[in-house]
């Protein structure tokens, strides 16, 4: 199976598709065991091409025996985006895809998205707040948060986790952010979604896993007790007294699970807000 959009089509090889795709050079953004991200240009537009070589079954069976589910073709990432895109969750746009093969350790497959422009990492946005202080770089911080929730609060609520939700894989619009006004556009998105799991509802494992990793991520980004709260707030679209009132238990776990994280990566204690910490220790 493959599928190229008009412009893939009229400037690929005909013969010999799927291999070129596989085998295709450019510039390597992530090579890991039976995967890789090449960024590359074809008929003058730039394109993200995510590669999954056949694993065998041994990587099949370690992560069965390790209770992970194999990560094994880019289905998964091109099912993700085409259900965000649904859903009206911004993220990239995919335009080829493909997968040949024995399921589950035979497998080669892709997944084509298109090149994105001037954009910048939440991550790397965090790190100096585009030169922004005082109540200009707090509204920032403030409008960031809402949209992130939001898109939390959409991915949850339509059965899928990402597994990988961390600020890095969070992008928005670069700019001079000396010019940004409250109300201006950020063109948030979400990417990176090859590990995402589509279910009818998300389990509350890995709704715990996916809000601690995110808050793990921001912990360095000057957050506050009342940013925390506004978090939750707009996750939940309930005023955050009764959320935490009635889901204690699930954000406890939130907080233990970001500041293990955090001592793992930084090995440090996390320097959590005094209402988290308190969640953190009951």
């Given at each position: 199976m493959i599928e190229l959009d008009p412009h893939l089509q009229r400037h690929l090889p005909k013969e010999n598709t799927f291999d070129w795709l596989l085998n295709c050079q450019g510039k390597l953004h992530r090579s890991v065991?039976?995967?890789?991200?090449?960024?590359?240009?074809?008929?003058?537009?730039?394109?993200?091409?995510?590669?999954?070589?056949?694993?065998?079954?041994?990587?099949?069976?370690?992560?069965?025996?390790?209770?992970?589910?194999?990560?094994?073709?880019?289905?998964?990432?091109?099912?993700?985006?085409?259900?965000?895109?649904?859903?009206?969750?911004?993220?990239?746009?995919?335009?080829?895809k493909g997968e040949r093969g024995r399921p589950p350790a035979r497998l080669e497959s892709f997944v084509i998205t298109e090149a994105l422009e001037g954009m910048i990492t939440l991550e790397a946005l965090t790190v100096g707040w585009g030169g922004l202080r005082g109540s200009r770089q707090k509204l920032l911080k403030r409008a960031l948060l809402r949209g992130i929730a939001d898109i939390a609060r959409r991915l949850h609520s339509a059965g899928i986790n990402h597994r990988d939700f961390y600020l890095c894989h969070f992008l928005v619009k670069d700019r001079c952010w000396c010019d940004w006004r409250p109300g201006d556009p950020l063109g948030l998105l979400l990417i990176d979604l090859h590990r995402a799991q589509q279910r009818e509802r998300v389990p509350t494992r890995w709704r715990v896993k996916d809000l601690g990793g995110l808050l793990f991520s921001a912990l360095d980004c000057g957050l506050t007790q009342r940013d925390l709260l506004r978090f939750v707030q707009r996750y939940r679209q309930k005023p955050w007294r009764e959320v935490l009132a009635r889901e204690a238990h699930l954000w406890r776990r939130v907080a233990n699970n970001a500041a293990r994280l955090y001592r793992g990566f930084h090995g440090r204690p996390p320097p959590l807000p005094l209402r988290l910490n308190r969640l953190a220790r009951h």
């Open positions: 065991k039976h995967r890789r991200t090449v960024e590359l240009e074809i008929g003058q537009r730039r394109y993200f091409i995510k590669v999954h070589r056949s694993c065998g079954w041994w990587e099949v069976l370690k992560d069965w025996f390790q209770g992970r589910a194999p990560i094994t073709s880019a289905r998964s990432e091109w099912e993700a985006l085409e259900r965000l895109h649904a859903l009206g969750i911004p993220t990239v746009q995919e335009v080829g």
